[in-house]
């Protein structure tokens, strides 16, 4: 793994979301609770809706735009809805955000 800082945890609202510009594409961080940040596409697969603009509740994010839901942890579409996000490595150290470049480089550009 190649460990990026990519900014402070207090960055981020709780229960909240900001979006880190990659060379290949947006990746969504969703602060899923005081001391957790996960790290995950930016982009609904369904419409394309921006994630980061949806509701994040528990470790799940629901689509802004036609309220898919998707688990954070393994990307998967939860209930009726099939379809899945890509989720990344993502380590807090003294509270600063490093996210696995190796793994966000692998993805292909959106």
């Given at each position: 793994?190649?460990?990026i800082d990519i900014g402070h945890i207090s960055d981020i609202p709780l229960h909240g979301a900001r979006v880190v510009k990659t060379p290949?594409?947006?990746v969504a961080l969703f602060r899923t609770g005081e001391a957790e940040v996960l790290a995950a596409d930016d982009r609904c697969p369904h419409k394309g809706g921006?994630?980061?603009?949806?509701?994040?509740h528990g470790q799940s994010v629901t689509c802004p735009l036609h309220n898919w839901v998707f688990d954070l942890n393994t990307g998967v579409a939860q209930g009726a809805d099939a379809g899945r996000i890509e989720t990344y490595p993502l380590h807090i150290k003294a509270g600063r955000l490093l996210i696995d470049g190796a793994a966000v480089g692998k993805r292909s550009a959106a």
């Amino acid at each position: 793994m190649s460990w990026i800082d990519i900014g402070h945890i207090s960055d981020i609202p709780l229960h909240g979301a900001r979006v880190v510009k990659t060379p290949v594409g947006c990746v969504a961080l969703f602060r899923t609770g005081e001391a957790e940040v996960l790290a995950a596409d930016d982009r609904c697969p369904h419409k394309g809706g921006p994630l980061s603009e949806g509701i994040v509740h528990g470790q799940s994010v629901t689509c802004p735009l036609h309220n898919w839901v998707f688990d954070l942890n393994t990307g998967v579409a939860q209930g009726a809805d099939a379809g899945r996000i890509e989720t990344y490595p993502l380590h807090i150290k003294a509270g600063r955000l490093l996210i696995d470049g190796a793994a966000v480089g692998k993805r292909s550009a959106a």
